[in-house]
């Protein structure tokens, strides 16, 4: 899955070469008359091999939340989900800071691709020693697991998105045990993401795969350099340690640990020298680490995610398109980047898609040529659509008032800031926003439940090749599509766009559908932004990173 959610506030947990959850600054513009934000758009976590960690050490890290379903591909799963299962669970390919995927030595000897009958084929040779924790060999079996569950075709399994697996016509033995070849429909420009990892075979039950997650990391189904160590659900904490049956490179740290924490706390945990880096995408909190010195690094990237504001289009008051389109209209999304951005002395200008970023080639500003702020024309828009203002300047229908909730998570001063000028904006058109206060702890609950009106995230990406999961966002039975909006039509559409053959077709096709699918008026993009990360000299391998991904073993302190 490239895409993951995470909560829109302020950066205050790091997962390995991922800013975990979206900034959000303070509550007024200004620079801090701190040198400006530089960007390394290949990721600045201190790249260093193996070689060059020590061993021995340990690494202790923030998490804004440990939730429930720890099931990285199902589809309540989250980033944070992702950060943790990303410590034991098999990392069959790698990345580079640019998104340029190869394959893990540890776990793969060969990987190549070639298109035969209009087909594109690829054939994977897996180590021979490869084996899940529990002695089940990793083989031809386990991709043909990861397909089975994920490509849609069974709707008992409740996954998070079934792209590119759905392309694929068969996945089956080849030479041994030991190799598979994996055949699509079609030529496909994509593969190469297709199997970041794999699913161990007892996930091919439905029930398993659903349920085998919940309030526990099992694992027996891991493989790789750590295995899980404790995994305190009621406590917040949970520690990974090395894998004595890891047959590669030994990870070179004796304990990770991963803390759930609130904002406020992750930072007094850092400066305590409690944890060892926290993001510092916010005033405050660079203000903070800059103040300790020497003692700290500050680690910045772009920062490959898209943060969003979600209308709930199966919540009563929001079920009419014009209500969703009058009240994005109304909202000044410049105003919403400059508290994202205060004190950070950076700038960008607005996104408009979340298919590409600004930075690549083929970006469109997608969102920009549909909506633009401007309160009158949001009034008219619901006045039209039979919203009048009552007297206490609230509009009613039907003798109900425009009154939503708005779910703030968390407890960080930047996103309370955009909580205050949501409303603001939203009163200046006749629309009052409630806002309601819940723990970070919550954020997976929320969105399972659709227990909002209004509701800050971010999408973080895995991959620059956005256009392969369109449907993650925009098809109507995604469940990362949290606004509820899209059409079969619009459905059947994108099954079209990802049949056409090479990735210059698709992205071309891509923004007239992304026009189509952001006419729902259901997700709004306003910030993306720099990755920033407050490190603890010499660690290696942790940070901002844009798109890359590294070997577990490889984390660690430098020599």
């Not at 992304?514 to 990360?533: D, F, H, Q, R, V």
Request: hydrophobic letters at 35%; a negative charge.
């Amino acid at each position: 899955m490239t895409k993951t959610t995470m909560r829109a506030g302020v950066a205050a947990a790091v997962s390995v070469l991922a800013l975990t959850l979206a900034s959000c600054g303070s509550d007024s513009s200004g620079g801090s008359g701190a040198a400006p934000v530089q960007i390394k758009f290949d990721g600045d976590y201190n790249e260093k091999a193996w070689e060059d960690v020590r061993q021995g050490g340990t690494l202790t890290l923030a998490i804004n939340e440990i939730a429930e379903q720890q099931n990285p591909d199902h589809g309540d799963a989250t980033g944070y989900t992702s950060t943790l299962a990303g410590w034991y669970l098999p990392q069959v390919t790698l990345m580079d800071g640019k998104g340029t995927v190869r394959a893990n030595p540890d776990y793969l000897t060969g990987m190549k691709d070639e298109v035969k009958d209009g087909k594109t084929v690829v054939t994977y040779d897996i180590r021979p020693e490869a084996a899940f924790n529990d002695g089940t060999p990793i083989d031809w079996r386990a991709f043909e697991t990861t397909w089975k569950a994920l490509n849609g075709s069974n709707p008992d399994y409740i996954v998070s998105a079934t792209d590119g697996f759905e392309a694929i016509e068969s996945v089956v033995r080849g030479e041994n045990d030991k190799q598979v070849v994996v055949t699509y429909n079609r030529e496909f420009p994509w593969w190469f993401n297709q199997f970041s990892s794999v699913l161990h075979p007892a996930l091919r039950d439905p029930e398993v795969f659903n349920k085998g997650f919940l309030s526990k990391l099992p694992d027996q189904w891991g493989a790789g350099p750590y295995k899980v160590g404790t995994a305190d659900f009621q406590g917040g904490t949970v520690t990974f340690v090395p894998n004595e049956k890891w047959w590669g490179p030994k990870g070179r740290l004796d304990t990770v640990t991963f803390r759930q924490m609130e904002s406020q706390a992750s930072l007094n945990a850092f400066k305590a020298g409690e944890i060892d880096a926290t993001g510092v995408a916010d005033k405050e909190r660079l203000a903070a680490a800059r103040q300790m010195g020497d003692k700290v690094e500050i680690r910045t990237s772009m920062r490959t995610a898209n943060v969003l504001l979600t209308l709930n289009s199966k919540a009563p008051l929001l079920k009419d398109v014009q209500v969703r389109k009058g009240i994005m209209t109304g909202i000044d999304r410049s105003q919403m980047a400059a508290i994202q951005f205060n004190g950070l002395d950076y700038t960008e200008k607005l996104p408009g898609s979340f298919v590409m970023f600004q930075f690549q080639d083929g970006y469109k500003d997608i969102f920009g040529d549909l909506v633009s702020f401007n309160p009158d024309e949001a009034r008219k828009i619901l006045d039209d659509a039979g919203w009048t203002v009552g007297g206490d300047g609230v509009r009613e229908k039907d003798g109900q008032k425009l009154s939503l909730k708005y779910v703030l998570v968390g407890d960080d001063q930047g996103s309370k800031a955009l909580a205050t000028a949501l409303q603001k904006m939203l009163k200046d058109i006749g629309v009052d926003l409630q806002v309601q206060s819940r723990p970070s702890s919550d954020f997976a609950k929320i969105l399972e439940t659709k227990d909002f009106d209004v509701f800050a995230s971010a999408f973080n990406s895995g991959s620059p090749d956005g256009v392969a999961y369109f449907g993650q966002v925009y098809a109507s039975d995604s469940t990362l599509n949290n606004s509820g909006t899209g059409t079969p039509e619009l459905d059947r559409k994108i099954a079209e766009l990802q049949k056409l053959p090479t990735a210059k077709e698709q992205i071309e096709k891509s923004h007239e559908l992304e026009k189509e699918g952001l006419s729902t008026y259901g997700i709004m993009p306003w910030a993306n932004g720099p990755a920033m990360s407050a490190v603890k000299p010499g660690l290696a391998n942790i940070g901002p990173a844009a798109f890359a991904s590294v070997a577990k073993e490889n984390i660690g302190w430098e020599k």
